[in-house]
């Protein structure tokens, strides 16, 4: 069964339908058929939550994580292999420490990330990336 790691970018897009959400909703209902499987480490859950609590506020952000715990998600509690991982990552530069963790989620389950965020074009010959919209 096909594994794929969801980036805050990936989420944030489908929550405000801005470019490449089709492509996540479809990943949503792929996991919810029991194709696959989506993973989302416990850092780009509360990644999602400060983002949208710092653009919209409180009750915007708790209606987020609502909805993200209704969907097929399975969320991943950060472990010291993925956190070493994700450092691993981070000290090669050009990603930031949160993206660092859905990339070291996605390396240690053997994953694909899914995310339209260009940074991610760095590691994509290390980490499988489920591009979301067109990032080249």
């Known amino acids: 069964m096909?594994?794929?790691?969801c980036d805050a970018h990936a989420l944030i897009a489908y929550f405000e339908k801005e470019e490449g959400w089709e492509k996540v909703?479809?990943?949503?209902q792929q996991a919810g058929a029991s194709q696959a499987q989506l993973f989302l480490s416990t850092?780009?859950?509360?990644?999602?939550?400060?983002?949208?609590?710092?653009?919209a506020g409180r009750e915007a952000a708790e209606a987020v994580i609502s909805a993200i715990k209704a969907l097929p998600i399975q969320l991943v509690p950060v472990d010291?292999?993925?956190a070493l991982t994700a450092a691993r990552f981070k000290a090669k530069g050009g990603l930031s420490?949160?993206?660092?963790?859905?990339?070291?989620?996605?390396?240690?389950?053997?994953?694909?990330?899914?995310?339209?965020?260009?940074?991610?074009?760095?590691?994509?010959k290390e980490v499988r990336i489920a591009w979301i919209k067109n990032v080249y």
């Open 2 to 5: 096909k594994k794929r790691v």
């Open 25 to 28: 909703t479809d990943y949503f």
């Open 43 to 55: 850092v780009n859950y509360g990644e999602v939550f400060y983002i949208t609590l710092r653009e």
């Open 80 to 82: 010291e292999e993925i």
């Open 97 to 124: 420490y949160a993206d660092c963790f859905a990339a070291g989620l996605a390396a240690v389950i053997k994953a694909e990330v899914i995310t339209g965020d260009p940074e991610f074009k760095k590691i994509q």
